[in-house]
């Protein structure tokens, strides 16, 4: 049986976790899998993966990013040269021991999940393996990105963007002997029917950061309380924007309105769109927005803007949901509301979107997967 290794930052929240778990589970039927994380965030992968699949952690630790920010911010300097030690030391570790798990790799293909594993896949491993990089991150136009992608693809026999307009962005810059092919993601649950959209009931998933645009979601959904007073928010994830966010919500006395669960499994998610009417996207970009496709699986129309890239893959405009230019939020107060108060409209747009989530159905995305892999192997 063939053997796959995929090399990933960690196995916590996250798309490009979810992505891994799926893929490593679809993968895991016809070859070895093996999954080697550098950070053990939780003691285990937060996404179920079969049985069958090997998981091993390098670091038995998380990034002190935040801890060093805290101090830093409150000026405990001696505490800040203490965690910037640590830091550095992670750091060392962290390339030390995947260069030092790269070089003892013995699996047919070696898959990379991100652009810093991928250089240094790229520059240290000297097997025979099949070396694949999957980008999961959008370059929103930075050039700087950009270029250090296509460097760190220089021994790389395969790169899989995980949307088809960076596949197609990427295939005009990526010379050499390297192959620029799609990488299908799926939707790992579809449920029997749609959801009621009984309500007006809207939400929104995901990290907590700044990248995220939780902080405009906030003002989008002020402005929808503004003319209706039906309508409650809810956010699920955490992160290092919630206390900001908090803070913003109770400044504009919309606690009753809003409600954060933060971090939850996913038959919470699944129980909670099953109550839900719109999904509401404010991120400033998105390389796909697999939580578009799940929202899209229970019948549940989205509203993103257009520096969400991914979701512009995703969104039929005025089919199965808003594109908003220009980060427009009193544009998207309005769609949404439009919605919301069309329920025929809704149900049409929530119908649309189900239908397209079924595409990317799990044996769907599987099947392609297993032919992906065996083309590669046979070629």
Same mark, same amino acid.
Request: proline share 2%; net charge positive.
């Given at each position: 049986?063939?053997?796959?290794? =995929?090399?990933?930052?960690?196995?916590?929240?996250?798309?490009?976790?979810?992505?891994?778990?799926?893929?490593?589970?679809?993968?895991?039927?016809?070859?070895?899998?093996?999954?080697?994380?550098?950070?053990?965030?939780?003691?285990?992968?937060?996404?179920?993966?079969?049985?069958?699949?090997?998981?091993?952690?390098?670091?038995?630790?998380?990034? %002190?990013?935040?801890?060093?920010?805290?101090?830093?911010?409150?000026?405990?300097?001696?505490?800040?040269?203490?965690?910037?030690?640590?830091?550095?030391?992670?750091?060392?570790?962290?390339?030390?021991?995947?260069?030092?798990?790269?070089?003892?790799?013995?699996?047919?293909?070696?898959?990379?999940?991100?652009?810093?594993?991928?250089?240094?896949?790229?520059?240290?491993?000297?097997?025979?393996?099949?070396?694949?990089?999957?980008?999961?991150?959008?370059?929103?136009?930075?050039?700087?990105? #950009?270029?250090?992608?296509?460097?760190?693809?220089? %021994? #790389?026999?395969?790169?899989?963007?995980?949307?088809?307009?960076?596949?197609?962005?990427?295939?005009?810059?990526?010379?050499?002997?390297?192959?620029?092919?799609?990488?299908?993601?799926?939707?790992?649950?579809?449920?029997?029917?749609?959801?009621?959209?009984?309500?007006?009931?809207? =939400?929104?998933?995901?990290?907590?950061?700044?990248?995220?645009?939780?902080?405009?979601?906030?003002?989008?959904?002020?402005?929808?309380?503004?003319?209706?007073?039906?309508? *409650?928010?809810?956010?699920?994830?955490?992160?290092?924007?919630?206390?900001?966010?908090?803070? *913003?919500?109770?400044?504009?006395?919309?606690?009753?309105?809003?409600?954060?669960?933060?971090?939850?499994?996913?038959?919470?998610?699944?129980?909670?769109?099953?109550?839900?009417?719109?999904?509401?996207?404010?991120?400033?970009?998105?390389?796909?927005?697999?939580?578009?496709?799940?929202?899209?699986?229970?019948?549940?129309?989205?509203?993103?803007?257009?520096?969400?890239?991914?979701?512009?893959?995703?969104?039929? %405009?005025?089919?199965?949901?808003?594109?908003?230019?220009?980060?427009?939020?009193?544009?998207?107060? @309005?769609?949404?509301?439009?919605?919301? %108060?069309?329920?025929?409209?809704?149900? *049409?747009?929530?119908?649309?979107?189900?239908?397209?989530? #079924?595409?990317?159905?799990?044996?769907?995305?599987?099947?392609?997967? #297993?032919?992906?892999? @065996?083309?590669?192997?046979?070629?």
């Amino acid at each position: 049986m063939k053997k796959i290794t =995929i090399l990933c930052l960690h196995l916590g929240y996250g798309g490009i976790e979810s992505a891994i778990s799926s893929i490593s589970n679809m993968l895991s039927s016809n070859y070895k899998v093996e999954i080697i994380s550098f950070y053990n965030l939780y003691g285990k992968p937060i996404y179920e993966l079969d049985k069958k699949i090997d998981v091993k952690f390098l670091y038995d630790g998380k990034p %002190n990013k935040e801890e060093f920010k805290s101090y830093l911010k409150n000026f405990k300097l001696l505490k800040v040269l203490s965690e910037g030690i640590k830091a550095v030391k992670i750091l060392y570790l962290k390339n030390k021991l995947m260069i030092d798990c790269i070089k003892k790799c013995d699996s047919d293909i070696i898959i990379s999940t991100r652009v810093e594993i991928t250089e240094l896949l790229s520059k240290y491993y000297k097997g025979n393996a099949i070396l694949i990089s999957q980008e999961h991150s959008h370059h929103n136009n930075d050039k700087k990105y #950009i270029n250090r992608i296509v460097k760190s693809l220089k %021994n #790389i026999d395969y790169f899989m963007p995980v949307s088809k307009k960076l596949t197609k962005f990427y295939k005009n810059l990526v010379k050499g002997n390297t192959k620029v092919i799609y990488s299908p993601l799926c939707v790992d649950f579809i449920p029997l029917k749609e959801a009621n959209k009984n309500n007006k009931n809207i =939400i929104s998933i995901g990290r907590l950061s700044k990248e995220k645009g939780y902080l405009d979601l906030i003002d989008v959904f002020s402005l929808i309380n503004k003319e209706d007073k039906k309508c *409650k928010l809810y956010i699920i994830g955490d992160g290092n924007e919630k206390d900001k966010i908090i803070s *913003k919500i109770k400044d504009l006395k919309l606690e009753k309105y809003i409600i954060l669960y933060g971090y939850k499994d996913k038959n919470f998610i699944r129980k909670k769109l099953n109550d839900m009417s719109i999904y509401l996207m404010t991120s400033y970009k998105e390389s796909f927005g697999l939580v578009l496709l799940e929202a899209s699986s229970y019948g549940i129309p989205s509203i993103a803007f257009s520096s969400a890239e991914g979701a512009t893959e995703i969104i039929n %405009n005025n089919v199965d949901g808003y594109i908003i230019e220009n980060r427009d939020k009193k544009l998207m107060a @309005e769609k949404t509301l439009e919605l919301l %108060n069309n329920k025929e409209k809704l149900n *049409k747009f929530g119908h649309e979107a189900r239908n397209k989530s #079924i595409n990317y159905s799990y044996d769907s995305v599987k099947e392609k997967w #297993i032919n992906i892999i @065996e083309n590669i192997l046979n070629n």
